[in-house]
């Protein structure tokens, strides 16, 4: 999954193709609406309050978030000192650089560009869409046992790739066995069906988050990705697993189409994102569902800035935000959950309808 993401020249994410909106192979909330951005905006502003005049936005995409956050925060009298986007993709940065130039001309001067976590760091860290995309391990669990499912060619089609499995061992086995997995391997809750349960680990996003727990000094994670909490995430219903691919705005299941012109994800144990930071020295602040944080983070507000714009435009943003908050769209699929340190005032994206216990 890491080669078919990330290869130089190669992979999904630093090749040329166009990944974002409506042309692309999916739509992101920020490419959906500039309301996204500007009620993320208000959460940006008080975590800044509370800490430093910094931002740090992790797989900034086409850069139309950076975009609209920072003209957001400038209304708001308080734009970021420095704007620093964490990207891997040259690509990518070029296409950032060229929308925030032509978009947000006087505030582009503030933004710089990363290669790795800063060594130290305090203000507002964000994480949009960027944990799913990282690179996962997919396990199978049969008979009380647990196997890690790697690709191999086929047998009868050496051109072919195929699933391979082979016994867990090392970190991936380990981590299984904290796991409520049905058909055994962790606690057990019944059993997986004739092919066995098969679900994810993602140590790569629980590590990345870790590290942020050694380099945030004061401020907030805010990440917000497509997930569960573990008992969910876990539970036999989804005995096929979460990973999906896109491709020209359809989801498949198989990775083996088009790898490297596809993208590749996987939904978010956010238990495990909260214990990863937690064990490293994070704070939770909160853990809600995408809608409810937007709800109160004033995006009704924003919203209403815009009808002096003409019914046409105002009916189309209210149906991007319906699509961002209400339960049947992405409000209730995508989640929001935020680690800190020395962040003594509650966040205001969960002042109402935290679910923190649920984790």
């Known amino acids: 999954?890491?080669?078919?993401?990330?290869?130089?020249?190669?992979?999904?994410?630093?090749?040329?193709?166009?990944?974002?909106?409506?042309?692309?192979?999916?739509?992101?909330?920020?490419?959906?609406?500039?309301?996204?951005?500007?009620?993320?905006?208000?959460?940006?502003?008080?975590?800044?309050?509370?800490?430093?005049?910094?931002?740090?936005?992790?797989?900034?995409?086409?850069?139309?978030?950076?975009?609209?956050?920072?003209?957001?925060?400038?209304?708001?009298?308080?734009?970021?000192?420095?704007?620093g986007i964490l990207e891997l993709s040259a690509e990518l940065r070029a296409r950032q650089r060229e929308t925030l130039v032509r978009c947000a001309p006087r505030l582009a001067e503030r933004v710089y560009w990363l290669d790795d976590l800063p060594p130290a760091f305090s203000g507002a860290v964000?994480?949009?869409e960027v944990l799913d995309a990282m690179p996962l391990h997919v396990i199978a669990v049969r008979g009380g046992a647990v196997f890690e499912r790697g690709v191999a060619l086929a047998a009868d089609a050496p051109e072919t790739f195929a699933w391979a499995d082979r016994p867990a061992t090392g970190a991936v086995l380990e981590a299984a066995r904290r796991l409520p997995l049905p058909g055994g391997g962790g606690e057990g809750r019944g059993e997986g069906g004739e092919s066995g349960y098969v679900t994810e680990i993602n140590l790569a996003a629980a590590a990345w988050v870790a590290e942020w727990g050694a380099r945030l000094r004061r401020g907030a994670l805010v990440l917000i990705d497509y997930g569960y909490p573990r008992d969910e995430f876990y539970a036999p219903?989804?005995?096929?697993?979460?990973?999906?691919?896109?491709?020209?705005?359809?989801?498949?299941?198989?990775?083996?189409?088009?790898?490297?012109?596809?993208?590749?994800?996987?939904?978010?144990?956010?238990?495990?994102?909260a214990e990863a930071g937690f064990?490293?020295?994070?704070d939770v602040l909160g853990y809600t569902s995408q809608g409810q944080f937007l709800l109160n983070c004033g995006v009704l507000d924003c919203l209403a800035r815009r009808e002096p714009e003409g019914a046409a435009s105002y009916a189309r943003a209210a149906s991007a935000v319906r699509r961002l908050t209400m339960a049947r769209e992405m409000g209730e699929s995508f989640k929001v959950l935020a680690l800190g340190r020395e962040m003594d005032t509650p966040l205001l994206g969960f002042v109402r309808g935290d679910r923190t216990c649920a984790l």
Not at 30 to 41: I, K, N, S, Y
Not at 74 to 81: A, D, N
Not at 246 to 257: C, M, N, S, T, V
């Open 1 to 83: 999954m890491g080669l078919a993401l990330y290869a130089p020249y190669l992979g999904y994410y630093v090749g040329g193709a166009k990944k974002f909106g409506e042309e692309g192979d999916f739509i992101t909330a920020p490419e959906l609406t500039p309301l996204f951005g500007q009620a993320l905006a208000a959460q940006v502003e008080e975590i800044m309050r509370a800490s430093a005049s910094e931002v740090i936005e992790a797989g900034a995409g086409s850069g139309r978030l950076a975009v609209d956050l920072l003209l957001e925060l400038e209304r708001r009298e308080c734009p970021p000192e420095r704007y």
């Open 126 to 128: 964000l994480a949009n």
């Open 237 to 273: 219903l989804r005995a096929r697993g979460t990973l999906m691919c896109h491709y020209r705005q359809r989801a498949h299941e198989d990775p083996f189409l088009w790898p490297g012109l596809a993208d590749m994800t996987g939904s978010v144990d956010f238990s495990a994102m």
């Open 279 to 282: 064990d490293a020295g994070l």
